[in-house]
């Protein structure tokens, strides 16, 4: 029990330690205030702003972004080509242009194909790092947490409708657990200051209960004592990539994706990077273009693309995976997650309501680096396990409708000297001339990631910006003027024609459920898909159960880069991550409304259908896991 006391009193202490800083101005800790970002802001920034908010502003097409690229010359280059389309890479395009800089961005795949769309799906400020902090007194990993927290709250606040507070459970098993915790998570609230979301606080067993009703009263071994709630953020993570890639466009950058970089342009004389040589993966056409500085910020592939530079650049990637399963909606209540802080591995396992189903998942595991990392059967049956230890609910392998690994690129600054300088920072460098690497951090810090990258390319390139970095207080396309109850302007006033199967237009109700999930993928811009929906006779639904509709296709493909079926069903709309099933059998009708729109012919709706079904057997749904005597392997 003394040892017990012992780690009480050490939290007690840090807390009032923290109670302390943050009474007598803990700021100091903080980065540069949201303010300092606005400084500079002139008619031409709020041209941009207002742009980037109009409801009716059209992105450039596909073409003229290539054309753009092209017309980027030896003589008249590009200010920055940033290299890759996450959600770093669409964040310095955004920054870059939003500063008055000409700016081209390239993607191999598709926005947010990689890392980005394959997250925990939370915008978090990093309570472990916290814990880490008080128990090793890292001051290193209390700023990390001081910088999460603040631009937690700015990702919300730029795009409140793809984002939103999401309060979080963690079970109590005897009443240590509940001071700690309750102490800890306390400590977290304070160090959030003004950027706080809401207030966290401690529920009995049969408040919890009522709460998140599939909670186990026992465990192995042991009883619930209560809860401690605390809240951080959520996100529709690759749709939010798409808002960034979007609204740099509506901001002047040319970004286009399926498009791959191979090889670099170095100047004969100095050797500098000056631009580089790059395929359209959808025409086979190369071209090249030229820029005064090129940002690599292809995560867990930037040392490929440094090594494209340099065949000889020290890798400064350390991968790790995170693997994720989704669940039916009735393993967890519609506003409440449940974090189990740790597991028989120590690792962090985490049960969140997305999208009307349920999304578990585990922290970081060693992996290897590959363009579509694939979960494997014995991780996806650790998190079956390990939520099945806090729930009275079956836990059942056919209960899974779809599960898919992320690689997170750790970073390690290239120079350092050993592996125990790995980072859950995010670190940029330029260890070539003309080539900026951005990489490490995580989703919840993507902004201030890229507006270190931009002041970086600004140094290397000696270029002339119009204003300061004003990202911190920009609303992405779409979030400007959106409210919680925007869905019921849709509800109201727009029906959905459909056409049956033997041709004969019936109008069908715009219900509850089609209206709010076209208000929060699209914000202000629902009423443009809504018409569509109403005027061209695509109102029917993709998938029984899920509210996506056939104008959405439509809709994605001319207003949002949607260049293949797999760009849809993983990255417009998330029906391959809720359900791998529902979303082959929407392929059909999904590829008929693409065909129409790019003009595809028979060749290549087949091709797409080919891809789009090999894509979808990397997402290991239950339908498609492997059995052997009844059981899975």
């Not at 529709?236 to 090889?263: F, I, K, T």
């Not at 809504?530 to 056939?550: C, D, M």
Request: charged residues 20%.
């Amino acid at each position: 029990m003394s040892a017990t006391a012992a780690r009480l009193r050490r939290v007690a202490a840090v807390a009032t330690a923290a109670v302390a800083v943050t009474a007598c101005g803990g700021s100091v800790l903080l980065p540069p205030s949201v303010s300092s970002n606005d400084r500079g802001v002139g008619p031409v920034v709020e041209s941009t702003r207002r742009t980037i908010s109009d409801p009716n502003a059209i992105v450039p097409s596909r073409s003229v972004q290539e054309s753009s690229l092209i017309g980027a010359s030896s003589t008249s280059p590009l200010d920055i080509l940033v290299v890759g389309g996450g959600a770093t890479g669409c964040g310095v395009a955004l920054d870059a242009a939003t500063r008055g800089l000409r700016v081209g961005l390239v993607e191999r795949e598709d926005f947010s194909s990689g890392t980005s769309s394959r997250s925990t799906k939370l915008i978090h400020g990093g309570v472990r790092y916290l814990e880490k902090a008080v128990f090793n007194l890292d001051y290193g990993q209390l700023k990390l947490v001081f910088h999460a927290l603040e631009e937690r709250k700015q990702v919300i606040e730029n795009a409140p409708h793809l984002c939103h507070a999401l309060p979080c459970m963690t079970p109590c098993f005897n009443w240590f657990e509940v001071v700690y915790y309750w102490m800890g998570l306390k400590m977290y609230d304070l160090v959030a200051g003004r950027h706080i979301l809401h207030l966290s606080r401690y529920y009995s067993v049969q408040e919890s209960i009522e709460l998140f009703p599939t909670l186990a009263r026992k465990g192995k071994d042991k009883s619930l004592r209560g809860t401690v709630v605390y809240y951080d953020g959520q996100m529709n993570d690759s749709r939010l990539n798409v808002g960034l890639a979007c609204s740099a466009a509506l901001a002047g950058a040319a970004v286009l994706n399926h498009a791959e970089v191979v090889s670099f342009l170095k100047d004969e004389g100095t050797e500098r990077i000056i631009g580089a040589r790059i395929r359209d993966k959808l025409s086979g056409q190369e071209f090249e273009t030229y820029a005064k500085v090129v940002v690599n910020a292809a995560g867990p592939f930037c040392d490929s693309v440094r090594k494209m530079a340099n065949k000889d650049a020290q890798a400064m990637i350390c991968p790790s995976s995170g693997v994720h399963v989704v669940l039916p909606d009735y393993y967890s209540p519609e506003g409440m997650g449940l974090i189990v802080p740790k597991t028989k591995d120590g690792r962090v396992v985490f049960m969140l309501p997305w999208l009307g189903r349920t999304v578990a998942g585990t922290t970081d595991s060693n992996t290897s680096i590959t363009a579509l990392p694939e979960p494997h059967e014995d991780e996806i049956q650790f998190i079956l396990d390990a939520i099945c230890d806090y729930l009275n609910v079956k836990v059942r392998r056919t209960d899974v409708l779809s599960a898919w690994s992320g690689i997170r690129p750790l970073a390690m600054h290239p120079t350092a000297k050993n592996t125990e300088s790995i980072s859950r920072d995010h670190v940029v460098c330029e260890d070539y001339p003309g080539l900026v690497t951005i990489t490490g951090g995580k989703w919840t810090t993507y902004r201030s990631m890229a507006e270190d990258a931009v002041n970086a390319a600004i140094k290397s390139g000696k270029l002339s910006p119009r204003n300061e970095c004003i990202t911190g207080n920009l609303r992405l396309v779409g979030g400007d003027g959106w409210e919680s109850s925007s869905f019921t302007v849709l509800a109201q006033q727009y029906v959905r024609m459909k056409k049956t199967h033997g041709g004969k237009v019936v109008p069908g109700v715009m219900d509850t459920a089609s209206a709010k999930h076209l208000s929060h993928a699209y914000g202000t811009l629902a009423e443009r898909v809504a018409t569509i929906a109403q005027n061209e006779t695509l109102g029917k639904r993709l998938a029984h159960g899920y509210p996506y509709l056939e104008a959405e296709v439509a809709y994605c493909a001319r207003n949002e880069y949607c260049e293949s079926a797999i760009d849809f069903i993983a990255r417009r709309s998330r029906l391959a991550f809720l359900d791998t099933d529902a979303a082959g059998r929407a392929l059909p009708r999904i590829i008929e409304i693409l065909a129409k729109e790019h003009n595809w012919d028979r060749s290549r709706q087949k091709q797409e259908m080919q891809k789009a079904r090999e894509f979808l057997e990397t997402f290991k749904s239950s339908k498609n896991a492997q059995f052997h005597d009844g059981k899975h392997q």
